[in-house]
């Protein structure tokens, strides 16, 4: 059983297709991954365009795969969409990125990409 992710929702999406569920896998990994380097980069530049986007392109995956931060990338993603510069996001990105890595590893080893 997953322990970083969980795929009840993208089974039910699927609906119960197994190959289905292996296409979700493979995109996650393609792209999750990828944007949340972007993140790791925008944040420290205070890139609030390039913050948002990502983390806004992030979130209906993060959510599918119920990777528990949602809120808190939902977070990282309003500190972008506002440009609130006097609040600092780092914490929240760290989780969100720790997240994704751990799920990542976990869905790669599980569907053997």
Known sequence: MPEHYKLDRVR???DNDEDFVM????A??????????????A???????ETYQAAHKMKPTIDLFELGVLDTLIEVQDWGKFEKSDEDVSEQLQTVLT???????????????
């Not at 996650?28 to 980069?41: G, H, N, S, T």
């Not at 997240?99 to 990409?113: G, H, P, Q, R, Y």
């Open 12 to 14: 039910e999406l699927a």
């Open 99 to 113: 997240a994704v890595e751990n799920a990542t590893n976990e869905i790669k080893s599980d569907f053997n990409l």
């Open 23 to 26: 296409a979700l896998a493979a």
């Open 28 to 41: 996650f990994i393609e792209e999750v991954p990828e944007d949340a380097e972007r993140l790791k980069k």
């Open 43 to 49: 944040v420290p530049e205070r890139d609030y365009f």
